[in-house]
């Protein structure tokens, strides 16, 4: 049972660990996207509040890389609690091909409701943002 349960540690280890990144990325993004109207103030091209959308895209694709990630890990997870010891490998593997669900690939993590509810409302603001500066 040793084996399994240190299995199960290592795995959860990565699963909080793309959490983690999952967690900076959208302090990253608000944080860019903050210096690039603070940029644009100064700047007389009135189109440089458009570059604001290219991190949103950027960084919510990378948000759903890392959330399609701690989901294989997670299925990882679930297929090591439910082995027998003496078939714990500590392998790591966790492909798409090998979890492939419905849940399990990146258009269902571009469009899930942790990404969406960040996201679009960051993209409505920065559209509200170029709106009113440009009236």
């Known amino acids: 049972m ?20 999952s967690f900076m990325l959208k302090g990253w993004a608000v944080t860019l996207i903050s210096g690039i109207f603070i940029l644009s103030e100064q700047d007389t091209d009135k189109m440089y509040f458009l570059i ?3 991190p949103i895209i950027f ?5 759903s890389y890392y959330l399609l990630q701690e989901r294989l890990y997670r299925s990882l997870y679930d297929k090591v609690r ?6 714990i ?8 091909q090998e979890f492939n669900t ?3 690939n990146f258009s269902n993590c571009f469009s899930s ?4 509810w960040f996201y679009l409302p960051v993209a409505v603001v920065c559209t ?8």
């Open 89 to 96: 490998d500590f392998s790591l593997k966790s492909t798409v």
């Open 102 to 104: 419905e849940k399990n």
């Open 82 to 87: 439910q082995m027998e010891e003496d078939e």
């Open 59 to 63: 960084f919510w694709g990378l948000d």
């Open 2 to 21: 040793e084996n399994k349960r240190k299995h199960l540690e290592l795995i959860q280890s990565v699963i909080t660990r793309m959490a983690n990144n």
């Open 128 to 135: 509200g943002v170029i709106i009113i500066t440009h009236i």
């Open 52 to 54: 604001a959308y290219i």
């Open 113 to 116: 409701n942790t990404e969406l």
